[in-house]
């Protein structure tokens, strides 16, 4: 695997065996001595035209755990703010030798154009491409799905018989789109459940099912797994807005209360992609609560990134642990 640009691409082995890989770079992160010698030599660069916490940071930690030397960029305070096209900056890079790079960006597709376009012969991980693709963020979410649902030894396991929800900001949301694709593939059934302005046009051809009203979802189509979308207020801006009547209207109906905590079946856990709008989609006793694995969804993270990169920029040739 040279690149990983979409969830779409991965076969459900390919998928299997970066979640397998994870559990292992897991399980050395546990140890008191946490560096593996793989990547020692090696350049990534974290190439991000958006703002980032966990993606950037969890990307920079997986990267130096394995050894490599991390290079972290940014538009502002580069030749991008004088102009520099997204072309150059890469030929720029590849002429200092890097070996990998890891790139988040406002412009749907623009990791492919860097991956094909002859820019580079670096390997090219998306971090996160406009509103189409966030590839690692499934597999983390997948990741821990897999740990509380799937048994007490998940490896070698796919997601089959689950039930998940996503609900939410679906329009603007990647991960949403990388969700659906990711977890179709490891069998598992999809339903998504937003207002109909914050739905993509084209939505009743993805492989999931669909629902307009939370509550009705819940009732007739129990997840085992519900994940919870940030209302991605900046991107509303951009469009000109309008895609609810308030707040407290969209809080009402597809935000996850107490109440609505209450009526999962006991076994459901919570997730986030992060960052979230405490009041808004989630509550702070949901997101805080005992059904809740936001904070886990973080730190299994840099083991699915560090399998990632692994796999990229070894070709599963290098040791996984030392």
């Known amino acids: 695997m040279k690149h990983l640009l979409s969830a779409q691409d991965l076969t459900r082995d390919q998928a299997i065996q970066i979640l397998d890989i994870a559990e292992e770079m897991a399980a050395t992160q546990a140890r008191e001595v946490k560096k593996l010698p793989t990547l020692r030599g090696q350049t990534v660069v974290n190439l991000f035209f958006e703002d980032s916490t966990r993606t950037r940071i969890s990307f920079e930690t997986a990267a130096k755990r394995l050894s490599a030397d991390v290079i972290n960029f940014s538009p502002k305070g580069s030749s991008v703010s004088k102009g520099e096209s997204l072309k150059d900056t890469v030929l720029t890079l590849g002429a200092m030798h890097t070996d990998a790079i890891v790139v988040r960006h406002y412009a749907s597709g623009a990791p ?33 799905m897999r740990r509380h649902l799937m048994g007490p030894t998940p490896v070698g396991q796919d997601l089959n018989g689950l039930s998940i929800m996503i609900v939410g900001d679906v329009l603007h949301s990647r991960v949403a789109r990388s969700g659906v694709d990711l977890f179709t593939t490891l069998g598992a059934k999809v339903t998504l459940v937003a207002p109909a302005t914050l739905l993509p046009i084209g939505v009743d051809t993805w492989p999931c099912g669909v629902y307009y009203d939370l509550d009705q979802a819940l009732r007739e189509a129990p997840p085992d797994a519900l994940m919870m979308l940030r209302v991605q207020k900046e991107r509303m801006s951009a469009a000109g807005g309008g895609f609810f009547p308030s707040p407290q209207e969209y809080t009402r109906d597809y935000g996850l209360d107490e109440a609505r905590l209450a009526a999962l079946q006991r076994h459901a856990i919570v997730l986030h992609p992060g960052p979230m709008n405490r009041g808004l989609e989630i509550t702070s006793g949901a997101a805080d609560g005992a059904r809740s694995v936001i904070v886990e969804q973080v730190a299994n993270g840099v083991a699915v990134r560090m399998a990632v990169l692994y796999l990229t920029m070894t070709g599963a040739k290098g040791k996984v642990a030392a």
């Open 112 to 144: 492919y154009n860097i991956a094909h376009a002859g820019w580079t012969d670096a390997c090219v991980i998306n971090a996160g491409d406009g509103t189409h693709q966030h590839p690692t963020q499934s597999l983390l979410d997948a990741m821990t």
